[in-house]
Structures are given as C-alpha cells and as structure tokens.
C-alpha cells in the first residue's frame, strides 16, 4: 500500500514536509480510488442530484427522499467485488453489512436489501458456479440472520466476468423525518468507536478494490458477523433515540483513516484520537494497522461529554463494545496519538479530498470492429429456439437464488421477489417498490444507450407495479480508468444516465463508482447498474392469473435492435449489432399510460419486455398463470421485421398487459387518446404459448413444458453442474 | 486403511465469530476466567485404502485441494494421519 510518487510530492507541499510512514498509510487509504473516486468525481457532477424529495445533509453516507406524512426513505449501494472474488461467502455477506450500516448511519431502520450478481459462465466454468453458490450463500445467511429481507435483485452470467465476481447489494432503510442524524460536532465532544474490535484483517482492502486482481497479493478476507450486525443497529437505534449521537458514520473501505478524516473535513472540526484505545483483536497491532484495519461492523459515533453514560449503557445493555477513542478539536487538524506520541498530524481537509485526475478517454477500437461485423442469419427453429433461451441462465427462473433468501421477515413485502419489482408496505399507508437493473452486454455494444436502457428497464419495472419513479441509485462498474478507452465507456455511460434523469426528473440520490475491475482475461464489459425507487401512494397492482379468454396488449414500439440480446449472444454466440435505444418522448408516455391504467385496476397483470425480447416476456405471462396464450405477429406495432427480429429484439419502452374483455374498451379508449403505440396482440386460451403469422403458426410450445424448463434450469445447473 | 484428519480453521489473523461467542457467551460467563481464547475449527475423518501413511496424507491433500474442501484464502489446514 502506497501513494503515487506525484502524489507523494503533492502531499509534502500540501503539509510542507515529508509525511512520516504512519500518516502515508493513512493518506494511502484515503487517496485510493475506492475512498477519493480521484479519477470519476469531477465528471459525477454532471449527475442531477435535486429534487423536491431529496433531503441533503453533510456527512450522509445515503440518500434519503422524503415519502410524505414525516417519513423518509433512504437508499445505497455499494459493492463488494474484489473480495467476493477471492472469498464469495465471507466477501458478499461482509458487502451487505456494509451497505447496511450506510443506511443506518443516516438514522433510518434498514428495511430491505438487493443483490446484483454477476458470474463467469456457469454452463462452462466450475469456478463460477462454485463463485455463484457461495456469494448467494453468503448474501442469504447475513440478510437472513439480521431480519432484514432481501426482496430482489438480478443475476447474470457472461465470459467477461471468467474467474471473477461483481457483487453489488443496494440497501433500503425507512424512518421518521425528524429522527434523521443531523450530523454536527462541537469541540471537547467525544469520538466513540462502536462494535467489532478491530483486527489485521483487510488491511489495505480500499487498496486492494483500486488494483487489479493479477496479484497473489490477496489479504483482504473478512469474516462476517451478522449477530453483532444486530446488535449494532438496535444499539445505534436506541442511542439515536435518546439524543446519544451528534454525528455517525460507517467504517467501510479505508477503515478509520477514512471515517476520522471524512468525519473531520465534513462537518470543519478537528479529530484528536489514540489507537491505544481502539478495541483490538489482537495485543500487537502498530498504529498504521489500526488505522487501516478493515475489520466489520464497527461504526464512528461522535457524542457529547454528557451523554456519554447512557451511550455507554446502551451499548452494554446490547453487549456491543465501546471505546471512546478520542476527541473533538477546533483545529481542523487529524490527529494520531499513540499513548502520548503524536504519530500523525495532517489537516483533515488534506486527507480527505485526494488531488483529482483528469484522465484522458478515448474511442475504444473494439467499437469499429463490432459495426463491421455481419448480423447472423435467423434460426430455422423458432419454438426450439424459444425453449433454449427459456432455460438459459440468464432467463431462467431465479426462484435458486431469491428462494434462499428470506424475503418476507419484517412483514413488509406485498409483492414478492420474482415480479417485475418487489413492494413495500410503508407506515404511512403509501407502498415502495425498487428495482436494479443492468445489462453489461449492451453497455459493451453502446456504453451510452446501454445505461439509458438500464435506467429505462429498472424505471419499467417499478412502474409494472403501479409506482411513479422518485430517485435512482447508480453503480458505475468499469475496468481500469487509466486506460482511455475504459474510461471513455464510463464517461459516456454517465452521459446517459444523467440524460435520462434529467429528462424524467428522477434525481440520482446515491451512488458508487468501483474501477480497475479487471480479470486475468482483461477488463470486465462496462457494468452500470440502475437501482430505482417509486412510490405508490394508493396500491400496487393486484396481479392475477390470466384466464380464458383474457386479451393480450403490447405497448411500445418493436424495432431492429438485437445488439447484445439474448438471442444474439446466447443462441448465436453473436456480439455486435445495434444495441436498443430509448426514445425518451415515447418512453414517458407509455410509462404514465402503464401506471394510468394500473391505478384504474384495468389489467389483471403487467409485464415489461426485456431479456429474450417480446417472446420471453409472453411466455412468462403464460407460465406464471399456467395458461396457453396465442399472440398474433400481425399487430405487432414494428417496422416490417423478419420474425426471429419481432420475437426477440429487446426494444425498450414495452409492456405486455393483460386485460380482461370487461376492462378492454376503457383500456383501448385511454390508449387512443393518450396516442399510445400499442397493439392487440393475442389472447389467452388452451395449453400451448402459440406465435403465427397470417394465420400460419411459427412456433408452439407447451405452457407445461416451458414451464418446466425456465423454471428449473438453473437449479439443475447449480446442484447437478 | 488410514484415516486422515483434517483441521479446518480460520487462518489465525482472522476473526472467527463462532469462537468468541463460545468464549463470551458460555465459557466466561460460565465464569470460566481462566480461560482467554477459543477458535472454533472444523473437523473431517477421512478413512482411506492406501499403502502408506503418505500416500493416504497426499490423497487426502490433493482432494481436499482439488475439491475446494476449504478456501485457501480464509483457512488453514492441518492435516494428521493414524
């Protein structure tokens, strides 16, 4: 662990000396690229982070937006890739205690969690699947232990995450406006620091996220505990309610050096601690460790002298370890002491806000390639075809993975994971519902267009709910920024993103940046990722079986655009062509359509078109009513495509809705007048999903088999290799 | 035949939860004071048809390595043939 030669030099003029090795640990922490973002905060500017809902306040580890009735809600994500990649079980359930004490270090109850996974080829590769198990593994004991559910997320296999792993967790939290941690400090307050002891394990993990994973260098294994997890949420709970904390923290990436200086440089006041008084796991610890210990579950309390006591009686009754560690100053200054030995002095605004880089970015060479190559030519089989994607690992039904997590502790989850998007009951008598999204396959294709489709996909999916998008959480995974043309896939990917929020008024309220993601094999496709959050402030949709009879309508427009689908990747081996993209005028439209005839309980189920295209989408409406359905290609709103293009393009901006005949002309009127692109597609009936065309069918499969074989093909696939 | 037992433990710089909650949670309050540490570990019995000691302590080895019995990031392992 250390800092760039011209970073070095940078700091000595800074503090106008050489920085002894205790302070260049420190500063070493800070300044990686997990801790200072030096190569992406200048461009997160561009991000629109306002809004009526948005509540800001220094020191906020997560968003929070305002739900109404003296209620917020807050959001983070975070990711937990580097060490997930050595250790799944330890490196995801270690992720979601992280992401969990962000949410509580604004003073809100974490409510629920989601998981972005990402793994090499399952089918091929035993490295992945032992990588897939285990982080599920992981992900399930820590949520499951905390009674925290864990409602949603996604998972996706491709070659380019070979022998490594993303994880994200993103994490909700709810609570009362006037409860929210305003974070401030006064001089003589006291520094707490509150749960694990402290011990050598991930010692210089920030520093490990910011370098490639070619190195045997790996040290940065952490053992979960989710039973002082609780622990620390009821106790900091508690003590939040009896007036115990004047400003928290979360002691993530970069540990103590980044939570002192972080703390210090925001709210303009001076840290003054001992590492003698740090709770350590083990007699024989130096300071720098101390300092740059990773080691879970501990947060940073700062409080005042006089309620010292009661904090301290909290904790004891939790049996959660304190140490009151240091204290406040006026001076600005971050301040190290071993017993009496000042081992480290540096002005905290210096520590905190690492020199920015402005890294050059370029075209990437690949994309002309792509363009060149030839489109491939259409299957013969198209019902044959249907069936393989249906069992494909990134289509199938991930009932293996959500089915291990508990995802109805709290009593909260109307909608169950499995949907389009899970809902929360919130105690205002308004509903939640949240949904992250990503699809690396498109962003490699068009880094822009992909991540505008991300964001596009998690706003459909929440709005197949009946909620009206109100924040986004972003997760920007990239390889490293110090390749330009990486990092020309990030800035353009961001472009998108905040295009899309600024025209939907969708402010992002949180987010996370994690580069150098890079596998033996090269960097990993550009991987953002979209959380969003809508509110129903009346009730989600009632979904329901489809029955006999049932009319069958398609929103949206179908067009040429295969590039990274299903189809192309998974039954062609094919990348290339052109990726989706979002016609933004359209988009809302269809969305506040969707979300019209939802709330006038018009349609017996909503889903939204994405991987596999219109024939995946039909097929899991058919198979989650357990009903046959017969979809005519002729009204199908598209521009005169082949039919393989009509069945499996991922065209955005899509809803499949389901309406019975009673509802059908209030449905088509509204649509008519709103000029929504739709189309009367098909009906439910029988026992076989049917696709024709002129009256002629081009595939037919059985709703049982299908069934079968989306349903359990990643299980097999896990249990049986 | 041999059996080979093999330890599996969280390496020693490295938390092991299940360990301190024997020590604070029984053995201490079983006021046991005398008593400073507890690492939990895992144990596994492996009865073996082979010529030698050490062919039965390779196998097992190879196995245990191959098969992902353990993660060598996390783990230590001790292995010990009767």
Redesign the interface.
């Known amino acids: 662990m250390s800092l760039q030669p011209q970073e070095l030099d940078y700091l000595s003029k800074k503090i106008k000396r050489k920085p002894n090795d205790v302070e260049t640990h420190i500063v070493a922490a800070e300044w990686s690229e997990h801790c200072s973002y030096k190569s992406s905060k200048k461009h997160l500017k561009i991000l629109p982070m306002s809004g009526p809902r948005v509540i800001r306040e220094k020191g906020f580890d997560s968003g929070v937006l305002d739900v109404g009735d003296g209620y917020v809600v807050t959001v983070h994500i975070e990711s937990h890739n580097h060490p997930s990649a050595v250790e799944p079980y330890g490196g995801a359930a270690t992720g979601v205690g992280g992401v969990i004490r962000d949410i509580l270090s604004a003073g809100t109850r974490p409510i629920a969690l989601f998981d972005g996974l990402r793994f090499g080829n399952i089918e091929k590769d035993s490295q992945a699947r032992w990588l897939f198990k285990n982080a599920v593994t992981g992900i399930a004991d820590y949520g499951n232990c905390l009674g925290i559910p864990t409602i949603g997320g996604e998972v996706e296999f491709d070659d380019c995450y070979t022998n490594y792993a993303l994880v994200d967790v993103a994490s909700i939290g709810f609570g009362k406006k006037e409860r929210l941690i305003k974070n401030h400090a006064d001089a003589g307050d006291l520094v707490v620091l509150l749960g694990g002891s402290t011990g050598r394990d991930g010692i210089g993990g920030a520093q490990f996220a910011s370098d490639s994973l070619e190195t045997e260098d790996r040290s940065a294994v952490q053992i979960p505990d989710p039973f002082i997890e609780k622990l620390i949420i009821e106790a900091t709970l508690e003590a939040r309610n009896e007036g115990c904390i004047k400003a928290l923290k979360d002691l993530g990436g970069g540990g103590l050096s980044c939570a002192i200086s972080e703390t210090a440089d925001t709210l303009g006041i001076g840290i003054e601690l001992d590492v003698n008084r740090v709770h350590t796991r083990e007699s024989d610890m130096s300071p720098r460790e101390i300092m740059t210990s990773e080691s879970q579950e501990r947060m940073l309390v700062i409080t005042d002298k006089k309620k010292l006591a009661k904090l301290e009686s909290i904790c004891k009754k939790f049996r959660v370890t304190c140490s009151v560690i240091g204290k406040v100053t006026s001076d600005k200054m971050m301040r190290v002491k071993n017993n009496n030995v000042v081992v480290a002095s540096i002005p905290a605004e210096i520590v905190a806000n690492a020199p920015l880089l402005d890294r050059p970015s370029k075209v990437p060479a690949y994309l002309k390639e792509l363009q060149k190559k030839k489109e491939p030519t259409p299957v013969s089989d198209l019902s044959k075809t249907i069936m393989r994607l249906l069992s494909c690992p990134n289509i199938a039904s991930k009932i293996w993975v959500y089915g291990q997590y508990d995802h109805e502790v709290g009593i909260r989850t109307v909608v169950k994971p499995g949907m389009d998007s899970a809902v929360l009951r919130l105690d205002n008598g308004k509903y939640l519902a949240a949904k992250i999204d990503g699809n690396p396959k498109q962003c490699y294709i068009d880094p822009k267009n992909g991540a505008i489709g991300c964001f596009e996909e998690a706003c459909r999916n929440v709005v197949c709910t009946g909620a009206t998008p109100i924040g986004m959480v972003d997760h920007l995974q990239f390889g490293n920024p110090e390749n330009p043309e990486i990092f020309w896939t990030f800035l353009e990917s961001l472009k998108g993103i905040s295009e899309f929020s600024k025209y939907f008024d969708i402010p992002c309220v949180g987010g996370k940046v994690s580069l150098y993601n890079e596998t033996p094999q090269g960097p990993i496709k550009p991987t953002p990722l979209i959380g969003v959050l809508g509110l129903i402030e009346k009730k989600p949709l009632h979904t329901q079986k489809s029955e006999q009879g049932d009319i069958l309508i398609l929103i949206g427009i179908t067009k040429d655009e295969l590039g990274g689908s299903e189809y192309y990747e998974y039954i062609h081996g094919f990348v290339g062509g052109k990726c989706p993209t979002v016609d933004f005028v359209e988009s809302k439209r269809n969305m506040g359509a969707v979300i019209h005839i939802i709330e006038n309980e018009w349609a017996k189920n909503v889903h939204d078109c994405s991987k596999g295209g219109l024939a995946i989408a039909v097929s899991e409406l058919a198979m989650t009513s357990g009903i046959g359905c017969t979809v005519s290609l002729d009204n199908i709103q598209s521009s005169k495509l082949p039919d393989d293009k009509i069945l499996f393009s991922e065209s955005h901006s899509r809803y499949l809705l389901s309406v019975s005949k009673s509802n059908l002309d209030s449905v088509l009127g509204y649509l008519k007048t709103k000029k929504v692109n739709f189309g009367i597609i098909g009906k439910f009936e029988g026992k076989s999903i049917a696709f024709s065309k002129s009256k002629k069918v081009i595939a037919k499969l059985s709703v049982d088999k299908a069934h079968d074989k989306w349903f359990n093909s990643l299980k097999d696939l896990v249990l049986h290799g | 035949m041999f059996e080979v037992q093999v330890i599996i433990e969280?390496k020693p710089?490295?938390?092991?939860?299940e360990g301190a909650?024997i020590l604070?949670d029984l053995v201490l309050k079983g006021s046991y004071s005398s008593v400073k540490k507890i690492r939990a570990a895992k144990m596994l019995k492996f009865q073996i048809n082979t010529t030698n000691k050490k062919a039965a302590e390779d196998t097992v080895r190879e196995l245990c390595n191959e098969l992902?019995i353990y993660?060598p990031?996390?783990s230590k392992v001790t292995f010990t043939v009767n």
């Open positions: 969280n710089g490295i938390s092991d939860p909650t604070n992902r993660n990031m996390v």
